[in-house]
């Protein structure tokens, strides 16, 4: 199947929608597909106020046009509520073609920590957004729930995988990474930004070293406010899996996160996780016998730290290995809205001909 993907996050942004989307692409690729994917870096493009690390493409709608008409999509899938997604929502809706979407990010919570914009503005632009989408992705069942509550329909669950010969347990004889600092080591990895709540895990008092891996706009706001805490900068591939490895406990204080991949990275790396009941942990955390919840979304998370310190790394990871990214692809290739046979064919080439027609005219 050809399958046209448009998304406003991609390399180099380091997070989990860039993660899920390139890991989910080669796994349909190795399946047999062809995806196609019109991503800001094929577009001039402005830094996202407030987060220049996010780039927004300008002038999408034209091009998008051309990249539809040029690679003639059976199925076509915006993740992301960008530019590059309104463009091709635009022409999905102009030309008639069914879609899918996914909702990656509490985008209405992470707006509302940045502006002085209430939630319901934010749910009532989201709405809008994925409203005719044939199916609505979401990660997990909780995620699933708070839309349905806020009047999103067409949910489809998409789960997602971890993989689990770059993130795995430190072996016998491999440095300590974290050597010469007071153990255990308490690790959070992700970007460094207000929507992380980072400072939920950076003001906890635990014993040991509290470390932080990755940068962005609060790093060194939060660097300067707790000295204690060790601020690492960004690490990649195995580099990063190693991090991971070498750590005792993963404090994941995220209440905005969808899912949290860092969550299933640091279990297959056979760490514990920490976390507040929020959407992403309480789908994953319950009965794993691989973390510890706080009771709620604002205190607890010191008492579920200590408690990781206690559970067993080997069923830790065990836990991750029933996670794939082969299934994470094969749950989004079902869930897609493929354009029905004949009137595929029949319209890519009414489209072709009416362009040449044009040109004709344009002559």
């Known amino acids: 199947m050809r399958i046209l993907l448009a998304t406003d996050a991609w390399e180099p942004q380091v997070n989990g929608v860039v993660r899920t989307l390139t890991r989910v692409i080669d796994e349909l690729r190795a399946m047999g597909h062809e995806v196609d994917v019109v991503s800001p870096d094929q577009f001039p493009t402005f830094p996202l106020p407030t987060y220049p690390e996010i780039k927004l493409a300008i002038g999408a709608y034209e091009p998008v046009q051309d990249r539809f008409k040029s690679f003639e999509p059976e199925a076509i899938h915006i993740a992301t509520e960008g530019p590059i997604g309104l463009a091709a929502r ?8 069914p879609f899918t979407t996914s909702y990656h990010t509490k985008f209405p919570e992470y707006v509302s920590a940045r502006l002085p914009l209430p939630l319901a503005a934010g749910y009532t ?81 635990l014993p040991g070293t509290k470390v932080v891996i990755g940068d962005g706009p609060q790093r060194e706001e939060l660097a300067e406010k707790y000295p204690e805490v060790q601020f690492l900068g960004a690490k990649f591939g195995d580099e990063l899996g190693r991090y991971f490895g070498c750590a005792d406990v993963f404090c994941f204080p995220s209440l905005t996160d969808t899912f949290g991949l860092v969550i299933l990275e640091a279990m297959a790396a056979g760490v514990p996780v920490a976390a507040f009941s929020a959407p992403g942990p309480i789908d994953i955390i319950p009965g794993s016998n691989a973390g510890a919840l706080a009771p709620g979304q604002t205190d607890g998370l010191k008492e579920a730290c200590l408690a990781c310190l206690d559970l067993d790394r080997t069923v830790v990871r065990k836990f991750a290995e029933g996670f794939s990214w082969r299934a994470c692809a094969e749950e989004f290739y079902r869930n897609l809205q493929p354009y029905p046979e004949p009137e595929k064919t029949r319209f890519w080439r009414r489209l072709r001909r009416l362009a040449r027609l044009r040109k004709k005219t344009a002559a």
Not at 90 to 97: A, F, M, S
Not at 177 to 205: H, Q, S, T, Y
């Open 125 to 205: 632009y989201m709405r809008w957004f994925h409203k005719p989408s044939g199916r609505l992705m979401v990660a997990t069942p909780t995620m699933r729930d708070e839309l349905t509550k806020h009047g999103f329909r067409n949910l489809s669950p998409w789960s997602r995988g971890v993989d689990t010969d770059i993130f795995k347990p430190r072996a016998e004889g491999e440095p300590d990474l974290f050597e010469g600092l007071a153990r255990p080591i308490f690790l959070n990895v992700g970007r460094v930004a207000v929507e992380k709540n980072i400072e939920a895990f950076a003001c906890l008092d």
């Open 90 to 97: 635009r022409i999905c809706l102009e030309w008639k073609l």
